[in-house]
T-cell receptor, first 110, second 113 residues
Framework: GQNIDQPTEMTATEGAIVQINCTYQ??????LFWYQQHAGEAPTFLSY????GLEEKGRFSSFLSRSKGYSYLLLKELQMKDSASYLC???????????FGAGTTVTVRA | AAGVIQSPRHLIKEKRETATLKCYPI?????VYWYQQGPGQDPQFLIS???????DKGSIPDRFSAQQFSDYHSELNMSSLELGDSALYFC????????????FGQGTRLTVV
C-alpha cells in the first residue's frame, strides 16, 4: 500500500513563499503528482516528477528525492487565489492508480 | 483544449435507488480512473480501466460496478444507494496506459436522501 504524509494546514502572507512537504512510502514508485483543489471543485494538475530534481513552472516548483521518499511543492509570490488544498499523489510501481495524501490547506492572508 | 467531461454534474437520489455516472476522457486518453471524495477528505480510488479492461480496483463497494466502452468513455453504476454514498465522484483520464499525468473532470456531486 501507499503511505503519504503532508501537513494539514499552512498559512502565509500574500507575496510570500510557502513550501509544502510530502513524504511517502510506497510499494514501487512511478511518479509523484501535485494537484490544487478548491472546495467543491476538481483537482487541477500542477506538476509531475518521476526523476530526482526540481521542476519549475512559473510560480510553482516541485522537487523530488526518490531515495528519501520526499517531495515538496514551492509556491512563490503567493496570491489570494492560491488559497486552496494542495494534494500530493503517488503512482505506485505495479499499477497506475494515484494514491492521494490527505491534502494541505493553504490560506493566503493579505 | 478538451477536458474530461462528466455527467451529470449534480444528482439527487433516494436510498436504495440506482445511479449511473458517465465520464468522457480527453481524446486519445486510454486510461480512466474513478475517485470518490467525501467532505473534507482526500480522493479515494475506486477503479481504473486501460484499453477497456479493468486495470486496478480500490475500495469500491460490491454495489458499484463500472466499465469502459469502445469509445473509451466510462460509466460508474451504483445500486442500492446508501446515505454514505453521498460524495463527489471524480473521473480522471491519462494517456499512454496511465504512465503520465492524469487530468480530472469537474466531478459529479451525488446526494442520497
Amino acid at each position: 500500500g501507499q503511505n503519504i504524509d503532508q501537513p494539514t494546514e499552512m498559512t502565509a502572507t500574500e507575496g510570500a513563499i510557502v513550501q509544502i512537504n510530502c513524504t511517502y512510502q510506497t510499494s514501487g514508485f512511478n511518479g509523484l503528482f501535485w494537484y490544487q483543489q478548491h472546495a467543491g471543485e476538481a483537482p487541477t494538475f500542477l506538476s509531475y516528477n518521476v526523476l530526482d530534481g526540481l521542476e519549475e513552472k512559473g510560480r510553482f516548483s516541485s522537487f523530488l528525492s526518490r531515495s528519501k521518499g520526499y517531495s515538496y511543492l514551492l509556491l512563490k509570490e503567493l496570491q489570494m487565489k492560491d488559497s486552496a488544498s494542495y494534494l500530493c499523489a503517488v503512482r505506485g510501481g505495479y499499477d497506475y492508480k494515484l494514491s492521494f495524501g490527505a491534502g494541505t490547506t493553504v490560506t493566503v492572508r493579505a | 483544449a478538451a477536458g474530461v467531461i462528466q455527467s451529470p454534474r449534480h444528482l439527487i437520489k433516494e436510498k436504495r435507488e440506482t445511479a449511473t455516472l458517465k465520464c468522457y476522457p480527453i481524446p486519445r486518453h486510454d486510461t480512466v480512473y474513478w475517485y470518490q471524495q467525501g467532505p473534507g477528505q482526500d480522493p479515494q480510488f475506486l477503479i481504473s480501466f486501460y484499453e477497456k479492461m479493468q486495470s486496478d480496483k480500490g475500495s469500491i463497494p460490491d454495489r458499484f460496478s463500472a466499465q469502459q466502452f469502445s469509445d473509451y468513455h466510462s460509466e460508474l453504476n451504483m445500486s442500492s444507494l446508501e446515505l454514505g454514498d453521498s460524495a463527489l465522484y471524480f473521473c480522471a483520464s491519462s494517456p499512454s496506459g496511465g504512465n503520465t499525468e492524469a487530468f480530472f473532470g469537474q466531478g459529479t456531486r451525488l446526494t442520497v436522501v
